[in-house]
């Protein structure tokens, strides 16, 4: 059955979790004008922002107050772990660094905001590079460079690939059939570091073997690919496997009802190089 939410606006839900937040972390946290689900926090380490945006669509999408609760509890964790290592929290260990594969809005966005990291990779996302290490993730921005000269920004890329092709290719979680009886349905999910780059690495896609394939980056730690024992080798085949087998529905649908959304986009892969999918006319 499903569940009645208790809080159907965005500044109730807003107002409940700032309320939350700021009792836990006994700090000031503020709603931003005109936009409710973009909080602000004064914490021990300097002025955060905290996004609802996912959050609430999920809530809104079932109901349901364990994802935010969760949500809450990770940004409560993630700032006294920051509190503790403030010391730390500028330095950059070379050694945990990766790529990531963000939104080109996001990307554009922290960039403005906080001098993010990105580069071109695919239509619609953006490579970006996180240090992962004790517990948390912080984006490479360019003010971290400033701060760690021996990590220098024409090395960045190579620094990322270099530890990414350490960990090795990361095998799919679940292998699944589709509504063609040709294609089936791979999910990787990763969670000790992005692995979503391992698809765009020369040294790491060969796994896959030759034959094209789709894949769609949908969620910060799910990658959805379809492989199918027919051709694949057209723009016209590629189209309708897509739509026939129903992965590009599936792509939407892990947007739409999983956490940390990325793209429903579905990308192409032949000769281990990926681009865009278009839809079907």
């Not at 990766?98 to 080109?104: H, M, N, T, V």
């Not at 990322?160 to 990361?170: D, S, V």
């Not at 009802?257 to 793209?263: A, I, N, T, Y």
Request: charge should be negative; glycine fraction near 6%; hydrophobic fraction near 40%.
């Amino acid at each position: 059955m499903k569940q009645a939410r208790l809080y159907d606006q965005p500044e109730a839900f807003a107002e409940m979790m700032k309320r939350q937040l700021a009792e836990s972390l006994q700090i000031d946290v503020r709603m931003t004008e005109g936009e409710p689900l973009l909080l602000e926090m004064d914490d021990k380490i300097g002025t955060a922002q905290v996004s609802l945006h996912d959050t609430y669509r999920m809530y809104m999408a079932g109901g349901d107050l364990n994802a935010a609760v969760d949500y809450l509890n990770n940004i409560v964790r993630n700032s006294r772990i920051a509190a503790e290592k403030k010391d730390e929290i500028e330095k950059l260990d070379p050694f945990y660094i990766y790529p990531a594969l963000r939104e080109e809005a996001y990307a554009e966005a922290l960039r403005k905001q906080a001098g993010g990291l990105s580069a071109d990779r695919l239509p619609g996302l953006r490579e970006m590079y996180l240090e992962i290490k004790d517990g948390l993730t912080k984006v490479i921005t360019t003010g971290m460079l400033e701060m760690n000269p021996d990590v220098r920004e024409e090395e960045l890329r190579k620094i990322a690939y270099r530890n990414l092709r350490r960990e090795g290719w990361q095998e799919p979680q679940m292998r699944l059939p589709t509504l063609l009886g040709s294609c089936r349905l791979e999910v990787y999910m990763h969670d000790t570091h992005p692995a979503e780059c391992q698809f765009l690495d020369p040294e790491l896609n060969k796994h896959l073997g030759r034959n094209p394939y789709l894949v769609a980056f949908t969620n910060r730690k799910t990658v959805m690919v379809l492989r199918a024992d027919e051709a694949m080798e057209t723009l016209r085949q590629a189209q309708r496997l897509a739509e026939e087998s129903g992965f590009r529905t599936m792509a939407k649908r892990s947007v739409a009802l999983m956490p940390s959304p990325v793209s429903d986009r579905v990308y192409w892969v032949r000769d281990g190089k990926a681009g865009l999918l278009p839809p079907s006319k």
